[in-house]
């Protein structure tokens, strides 16, 4: 069975969309890869930190998807990362309204030893230096680490960020910030820029509309479905991670060919992460569900065409 090591975000999130606003509900990039992940035959664990402040009934739902929390560090006293953000109407443009880093700030990150040979290792959204310090615990080198990372990290730290993007053979960013890397509006001319940077894989995601895959010369764009509902985009982008590297983690195949069923099942995954606030539709999603959905997905993009 494959073996998949998560680092990221377990956080507090408020969130306030045009359908309506929540408390702090659970949240984080390693919980959604991590409730995305699950639905794929592998063995997972998360490296993160929380303060005392989050409630065991948060760490339970994720044990209870099978994921491995020792590498959860709960710091006595100290208080979970903390994010609030606000969508617009169309939901396509977000405003991070408040970040507090808490316990993440002097995070030092421990992967539990059972995980230390894992197969894929997706690095999820948190300081590049963590990002590092995980890869370099590794008894050797993965078969394979995703990288994911935010504008935020860009503008705090950059220099570290560039150095963990070399360590990397997929590169998952939104289009905005991939733009913000490299300082090039053509998706496809920051595609170079990054594989440049040390990437094989580079996949831009954009919301909405879908995600893009480039490999080299080659591209692959797989469509986000058409939902009647949504409202809440948070961990779209982190659920789409999840299921790219949980697919990936259980196929044990890094081919450009199976990294393109790799995206779809991430944008299969994101389409319910949608649908409801925060977690909450992750937290009940089933397999048939997914697999009725991946024929949708199918339907969407075949067509006929005679070429000559
Ligand atoms: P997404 O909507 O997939 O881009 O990610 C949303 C999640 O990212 C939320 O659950 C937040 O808790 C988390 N998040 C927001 N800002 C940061 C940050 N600077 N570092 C790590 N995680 C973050």
Redesign the pocket.
């Known amino acids: 069975m494959g073996k998949l090591l998560i680092v ?2 377990v ?3 408020e969130i306030e969309t045009p359908f309506g606003k929540t408390d702090r509900i659970l ?3 390693a ?2 890869i991590g409730l995305a992940a699950s639905q794929f035959d592998i063995e997972s664990a998360i490296v993160s930190v929380v303060g005392d402040d989050m409630p065991q009934d948060y760490l339970d739902l994720l044990v209870k998807k099978n994921i491995d929390i020792s590498g959860i560090e709960v710091v006595r006293g100290g208080k979970t ?3 609030k ?1 606000k969508y617009h109407n169309d939901l396509n443009s ?1 405003e ?1 309204l408040v ?1 507090e ?1 808490n316990t ?1 700030s002097d995070f030092k990150p421990v992967v539990p030893t059972e995980f230390k040979d894992a197969d894929v290792v997706m690095l ?4 590049p230096e963590i990002q590092m310090s995980v890869i370099e615990q590794m008894n050797q080198r993965p078969k394979f680490i995703i990288l ?3 504008n ?2 860009m503008d ?1 730290a950059l220099t570290e960020l560039i150095n963990v993007i070399e360590h990397v053979d997929v590169l998952t960013i ?1 289009d905005e910030e991939a733009r913000q890397l490299t300082e090039e509006y053509s998706l496809v001319k920051a595609a170079e820029e990054i594989h440049k940077m040390g990437p094989e894989y580079v996949v831009i995601k954009k919301g909405e509309h879908g995600a893009l895959l480039f490999h080299k010369e080659q591209i692959f764009f797989a469509p986000a479905l058409p939902l009647e509902e949504v409202f809440d ?9 999840g299921g790219f590297a949980g697919y990936l983690a259980a196929s044990d195949n890094m081919s450009f060919n199976n990294l393109k069923s790799a995206v779809i099942h991430g944008s299969n995954l994101a389409s319910f ?1 949608v649908e409801r606030f ?1 977690t909450k539709r992750m937290e009940s999603l089933k397999k048939e569900e997914l697999e009725k959905r991946l024929h949708q997905f199918k339907a969407l993009t075949q067509f006929d065409i005679e070429l000559t």
């Open positions: 990221g975000t956080a507090f999130d949240g984080g990039a919980t959604f990362f903390y994010w953000g977000r991070t970040t880093l993440l999820g959204n948190l300081h994911d990372t935010m935020f990290w705090h939104n985009p948070t961990g779209a982008g982190d659920t789409f991670a992460c925060g």
